[in-house]
């Protein structure tokens, strides 16, 4: 079945440091790739998606490629906020599972000063 | 702007009681989704609707039912709460279009089952 597995946190930073959350998948078939972030206190948003492999998805200074021959979504950021600091999902959804996505375990983040 | 809302953040029930979560969305989206988020599982699907008065089985539906009377309405329905099913409870939305929706997700609500 699918499945996506994410690094395991948590993840403690300093501002302006450079962030790397890694993703795998296993997949039977070519599915799209999505990365949430789940802020405090908060549900779950897009941060950014990527639809068919070598595709680029950005957002907020947010970066993760498709990699099709290593199955690899990982998301970097080269200068990270206070803000920033959130849990990040890795996620992967396949048009012939009823379009139920299926998520990693999730990042926790945690960005000082 | 896309919204979906729950009915409670916060909520306290007891063990069996019969416990109702709601869920609104107001994009006209077809699908429709319940998902409880517990520390170290991630996210774990409990429902989804594809449809109006349609419904299938996630990956953990023991001990909860649903129901999408209206289009923009879900509801998540413990018949006998338990404590094992204390948790966070976060209803998404998504249009329906293919293998590229996005879900959108409500601000979750906080179950607590003493």
């Known amino acids: 079945g699918n499945s996506v597995t994410q690094m395991e946190g948590p993840v403690t930073l300093s501002e302006e440091a450079f962030l790397t959350i890694n993703c795998t998948y296993t997949a039977t078939g070519y599915p799209s790739l999505f990365w949430y972030v789940q802020y405090p206190g908060e549900g779950l948003q897009l941060l950014l998606k990527a639809t068919k492999a070598d595709d680029k998805g950005s957002n907020k200074g947010f970066e993760a490629t498709y990699r099709k021959e290593t199955t690899s979504f990982h998301l970097e950021k080269g200068s990270v906020q206070v803000s920033d600091s959130a849990v990040y999902f890795c996620a992967l959804l396949f048009g012939g599972s009823n379009y139920k996505l299926t998520f990693g375990k999730g990042t926790l983040l945690t960005v000082n000063p | 702007d896309v919204k979906v809302t729950q009915s409670s953040r916060y909520l306290v029930k007891r063990t069996g009681e019969k416990v109702f979560l709601e869920c609104v969305q107001d994009m006209d989206h077809e699908n429709m989704f319940w998902y409880r988020q517990d520390p170290g599982l991630g996210l774990r699907l409990i429902y989804f609707s594809y449809d109006v008065k349609m419904k299938e089985k996630g990956d953990i539906p023991e001990g909860y039912s649903v129901s999408r009377e209206k289009k923009e309405r879900f509801s998540l329905i413990l018949e006998s709460a338990s404590t094992n099913q204390t948790s966070m409870y976060l209803c998404?939305?998504?249009?329906?279009?293919?293998?590229?929706?996005?879900?959108?997700f409500g601000p979750g609500t906080r179950l607590t089952v003493l």
């Open positions: 998404a939305s998504s249009p329906g279009t293919g293998q590229t929706d996005t879900q959108y």
